[in-house]
């Protein structure tokens, strides 16, 4: 017996319902397929992961971190994907997911060549003359390293936020190695022109010998910050704006985890 023109209609309009709702309910399912083995997902909807360019995140069993990250190439976005060991500084593996520069040339940055040249290397990294800074606080320094005994005060630390003209000068003499302890390879120092009115009159007095300074500011000029020198990454030839934005892709994910994940 042949079913009627309207039972047909009817079974093929239930068929493409079913066919939707099927679709729909498997878009999780294949997000979570598509993301297997990847780790545990970190959430990060706590933190400014925007301003870093940061999609995703994942705890790999090992303690490292894979990181989803993004950045501004020639005339596309760049995303990469990058699995940092367990202390979160150097680089397991980097890989291009998606660009969209100029085929043939910056798209060059997909193929392994370019992105061999991260396994192994500790971050943040630079090509060519790139700013190798963290996007947020512009940092390209690690954590603090007090001097003097255990337990003395120490100064604040040096605010590499600060735009003062001071502070400014300071970098650009220690950055250009007209200062002594650039150029005997220690440490940038506090500069007494990030202390307020009052401390700096104490340092100038303690310096002057008028008075006996606390420890905190008899101190401050062993009080550091630890540099960190960027790791040069050879970029495609020919595409030197794509290789710098995913290299720049690649800090962003490292400074994230730093800055924001604490690790």
């Known amino acids: 017996m042949k079913a009627g023109k309207g039972s047909q209609t009817a079974a093929a309009v239930c068929m493409a319902v079913l066919g939707l709702a099927a679709a729909y309910g498997a878009t999780p399912l294949y997000n979570g397929m598509k993301n297997a083995g990847k780790g545990t997902a970190v959430d990060i909807s706590g933190k400014n992961a925007e301003a870093y360019q940061v999609d995703s995140v994942w705890q790999q069993p090992g303690g490292g971190y894979l990181v ?53 290397v500790k971050a943040p990294v630079q090509v060519g003359d790139m700013d190798a800074a963290s996007p947020v606080s512009a940092v390209v320094t690690g954590g603090m390293v007090p001097a003097g005994p255990e337990g003395s005060a120490t100064l604040p630390e040096w605010d590499a936020s600060d ?97 924001e994940l604490g690790q």
């Open 163 to 259: 735009k003062s003209a001071e502070a400014a000068a300071a970098k650009a003499l220690y950055d250009s190695q007209m200062l002594d302890s650039s150029l005997e390879g220690r440490p940038l120092t506090m500069a007494i022109a990030d202390l307020s009115a009052e401390e700096q009159a104490v340092v100038h007095m303690t310096q002057a010998g008028l008075i006996e300074g606390p420890a905190a500011l008899s101190a401050a000029a062993e009080t550091t910050v630890t540099a960190v020198t960027p790791s040069p990454v050879d970029g495609v030839t020919g595409a030197t704006i794509s290789s710098k934005g995913a290299a720049t892709a690649v800090n962003n994910a490292y400074y994230f985890i730093k800055e």
């Open 68 to 120: 989803h990250a993004s950045s501004e190439g020639f005339q596309s976005t760049i995303q990469v994907e990058v699995l940092f060991d367990g202390t979160g500084d150097q680089i397991q593996k980097v890989s291009v997911l998606s660009q969209g520069d100029t085929e043939g040339i910056g798209s060059k940055i997909t193929e392994e060549g370019f992105a061999a040249g991260f396994a192994g």
